[in-house]
């Protein structure tokens, strides 16, 4: 609170210590729903991570939108700097709404949808045996109308059908309904007019990984009004970035910046971890012969790499085991830099975008994960 008063620029910064203390709610009501799901996506990283980063991103939005709000009441109706105890007053039922019941109905909506989530992933995986999908009664003592006509109606859909992409439990405040999975036969009327999801809760968070959608009032109509526009040294890149660019939140390298690169610590951290965790270990791929080795060098050169999603890059450092063996192998290379060494590459992405793992064997026969990268051009390396 002090910091607002005292000057704190909420149009473009979040502040770390409530970005912190939010997200770390809301990964709590993740962490709840998924393991409340028949299976939990136990060994699904890469899910995951999608989860987690969306709520990091969902909480600075909050956070930001609580602090601009916050800022509007400091001035009187003269301009002039209202007394603290008075602004506190004026603000207190921002904050009250904001980190109280309404946070709390926002950990609860967590746990719903992750636990929805968690739930897709299984009907994604056995769709072979059971392709259909059936809207089940809530268990709210409270139903709601909007949702109760399916359950009613006993409406059964392929798993594939587009209906559910922004129709399905879990979008709309507070929903307990379910959907389970059968082999019995598609029933939809033919003139069945869904009811319009919640704002913010128009997605599928089993498909895309974002517990809320980034149509929710928290987050910006359009790219140029986002806090990460305004933001001090990204102007001119974010202008080039957002001509006839579709808003994205959840893949946006600036705001990904915003949020990670002002965080000295960070990389600090995760190269002490990595150190203490990988540095001597090593790394094995299913359709790759032999160890690949992690040294001090490799936990270094993927650090300082630059990439488009330069935070997430770096986690990934953390999972690298994972991450290798769910990547694609795609063949040795020639390093340009040193006739005697072969590089390999494995395909992977971030956010939906290709990136690559180097590893290079030398002649000695050591086999060193080396980096990553986020060009194309790499490919042009590989051995034809």
């Known amino acids: 609170m002090h910091k607002v008063y005292n000057g704190f620029d909420t149009s473009k910064e979040v502040d770390a210590t409530l970005w912190h203390e939010v997200q770390r709610v809301i990964n ?5 729903g998924l393991a409340q ?5 136990s060994h699904d990283t890469m899910f995951y991570r999608e989860l987690r980063h969306s709520n990091e991103v969902f909480s600075a939005f ?4 609580m602090g601009v709000e916050m800022a509007a009441k400091l001035l009187d109706g003269d301009g002039n700097l209202k007394p603290f105890d008075k602004w506190l007053h004026d603000v207190s039922g921002i904050t009250s709404h904001q980190v109280g019941s309404w ?5 609860d909506m967590a746990v719903i949808r992750a636990h929805a989530a968690a739930d897709w992933r299984e009907f994604e995986r056995n769709k072979d045996i059971l392709p259909n999908l059936r ?11 909007s949702h109760r006509r399916y359950w009613q109606m006993k409406l059964t859909l392929p798993i594939d059908d587009p209906f559910w992409n922004e129709h399905h439990p879990g979008d709309r405040w507070n929903c307990k309904c379910s959907l389970e999975a059968t082999d019995e036969p598609v029933n939809c009327p033919d003139d069945l007019e869904p009811a319009a999801p919640h704002r913010g809760l128009e997605n599928n968070p089993g498909k895309d990984g974002h517990t809320f959608s980034d149509r929710h009032p928290y987050f910006p109509d359009k790219c140029s009004q986002c806090f990460a526009y305004r933001k001090s040294g990204f102007r001119n890149r974010l202008k080039a970035w957002f001509t006839n660019r579709q808003k994205d939140c959840y893949n946006c390298p600036f705001i990904d910046g915003c949020l990670y690169g002002t965080e000295k610590g960070e990389i600090k951290d995760i190269k002490k971890a990595a150190r203490q965790t990988l540095q001597g270990s090593s790394l094995s791929h299913p359709n ?9 060098r490799s936990i270094d050169e993927w650090t300082n790499q630059p990439h488009i999603h330069y935070a997430e890059k770096n986690r990934m450092l953390l999972y690298i085991d994972d991450v290798l063996k769910q990547s694609k192998y795609l063949g040795p290379g020639d390093d340009k830099t040193d006739g005697n060494v072969t590089i390999h590459l494995f ?3 971030i956010r939906g975008d290709k990136t690559w793992i180097i590893v290079k ?5 050591n086999t060193i994960l080396y980096s990553i990268s986020d060009s194309a051009n790499i490919l042009k390396s590989l051995r034809k």
């Not at 946070?103 to 950990?107: V, W």
């Not at 790759?288 to 001090?296: H, L, M, P, Q, Y």
């Open 288 to 296: 790759f012969n032999g160890k690949i080795a992690v040294s001090r």
């Open 28 to 32: 709590e009501g993740t962490v709840e």
């Open 103 to 107: 946070l709390r109905t926002e950990y």
């Open 62 to 65: 909050k956070v930001h939108t």
């Open 37 to 41: 799901a028949k299976t939990p996506p």
């Open 361 to 365: 064997e030398y002649t000695d026969g």
């Open 347 to 349: 395909e992977t992405s």
């Open 135 to 145: 809207w089940m009664p809530t268990t709210s003592p409270e139903p709601e109308s």
